[in-house]
């Protein structure tokens, strides 16, 4: 026999299996939770570039999602290598505040160097990396919000990234010559101007 609920039975039944398909727990626990909005970049671990030189040890990651997404973005990577992000791309050119990262990985994908360092860097190691921006277009330079960067000086393009000890290490220059509107970018060419964002210096600047 099949009984039927009606009425307030009814309304409780369907209660109580909706909070079940919802998940009914909490949010604790090591993932983001559902309020951190969007949680993107590489899911595997990176591949070393390998080889011999300044770029042995750059890691690539791949499968990277591209994206627009308006609100907030949580990235797998500190920084970010690629994943979705902000319709609006970052300017390039050199800051002396932390850059959105959401804004940045739209930059990369125009196939920006996005140079990240930690605050507590040597003013002059700083300098030298502001310096950089001269000669080059499709360049950001900004310290990390913190100094939980992995390294004191990180440099990433899309799907690249490459940490170094100090600014005058072989590593940067060579970066910037491999990835700066470099084969891996996906739209090669896009703006880097027009965007968002107040650089303190710029290519040709």
């Not at 919802?22 to 604790?28: A, F, K, L, M």
């Not at 930690?118 to 000669?135: I, T, Y």
């Not at 330079?141 to 290490?169: E, N």
């Amino acid at each position: 026999m099949i009984r039927r609920f009606r009425g307030p039975v009814a309304l409780l039944v369907a209660l109580v299996l909706l909070v079940a398909a919802c998940g009914g727990g909490d949010d604790e626990g090591d993932g983001p939770s559902s309020n951190d909005g969007v949680v993107t970049g590489a899911t595997a671990s990176p591949q070393g570039l390998g080889g011999d030189g300044s770029l042995a040890n750059v890691q690539v990651y791949s499968d990277l999602t591209q994206a627009h997404v308006e609100g907030p973005i949580t990235y797998r990577q500190v920084p970010p290598v690629g994943g979705d992000h902000n319709p609006v791309w970052a300017n390039c050119g050199a800051y002396d505040e932390p850059v959105p990262s959401p804004n940045a990985v739209h930059s990369m994908e125009h196939g920006a160097v996005w140079i990240t360092y930690r605050p507590s860097l040597a003013a002059d190691e700083q300098d030298a990396l502001r310096d950089l921006v001269a000669d080059h277009p499709y360049l950001l330079v900004s310290p990390w919000t913190d100094d939980d960067l992995p390294s004191p000086v990180v440099l990433s393009a899309w799907g690249h990234q490459l940490g170094v000890s100090s600014a005058s290490s072989p590593g940067v220059e060579a970066f910037i010559a491999a990835f700066e509107q470099g084969p891996q970018t996906p739209e090669p060419g896009g703006p880097c101007v027009g965007g968002v964002g107040s650089p303190v210096a710029t290519a040709g600047g």
